[in-house]
């Protein structure tokens, strides 16, 4: 089974509901079924606010999520000169959003990887980037060429990746066309490997 990441934006309505319920993170995006207790806990909890409610027991749908499949791995690579294999899972943790790479002094935009956990469990890390996070990537991302940091792949290094493709490239112009509609939009951004 391989491994792919999963992007989605959302409203700052309902990352704001989220963030505050991030217990829910599993049922909105349909890792765990909704069931009877979790309904009543959060009808309690919002009183009125039947509408918060909704926002979140609606779910989502597919096409609303970007997959760029395994491809993840490749332009986590080129775009942070990073094999996750050699670092810790706590990766995401310990570096910034954007920089420079002080190994190879190309860009590092940690547009894969990135942000901060909302849910663990199931199998899962969602992290998420705030609308602003979101911004300062799209800005990153917009200004880099992908030609700027394809030195990294003649380090000898990317020997090592078994995805290494040309048939991944399609998925970086979907992937910052997809930061950038969210940017555009005001929304934040739930990340995952699943």
């Known amino acids: 089974?391989?491994?792919?990441?999963?992007?989605?934006?959302?409203?700052?309505?309902?990352?704001?509901l989220l963030i505050k319920y991030n217990h829910l993170a599993a049922y909105y995006l349909g890792y765990e079924l909704w069931n009877q207790s979790v309904i009543n806990k959060i009808r309690e909890v919002e009183k009125n606010q039947w509408h918060n409610f909704f926002l979140i027991s609606s779910g989502l749908l597919d096409d609303q999520i970007l997959n760029i499949n395994k491809s993840w791995y490749f332009f986590h690579y080129l775009l942070t000169g990073y094999n996750t294999l050699d670092k810790p899972d706590n990766f995401n943790f310990f570096h910034p959003l954007i920089s420079i790479n002080k190994e190879d002094k190309l860009p590092f935009i940690n547009a894969i990887l990135g942000g901060k956990c909302l849910f663990y469990g199931y199998y899962i890390c969602v992290?998420?980037?705030?609308?602003?996070?979101?911004?300062?990537?799209?800005?990153?991302?917009s200004k880099l060429e992908l030609f700027d940091v394809i030195e990294r792949l003649d380090t000898g290094e990317y020997e090592n990746y078994i995805y290494d493709s040309l048939s991944d490239y399609p998925y970086y112009d979907a992937l910052v066309d997809y930061y950038k509609d969210a940017a555009d939009k005001g929304n934040a951004m739930l990340l995952w490997l699943n």
Do not use: W
């Open 1 to 16: 089974m391989e491994t792919t990441a999963g992007f989605l934006q959302v409203t700052t309505s309902l990352f704001d």
């Open 127 to 141: 992290r998420y980037l705030t609308s602003n996070e979101v911004n300062q990537m799209t800005n990153a991302l």
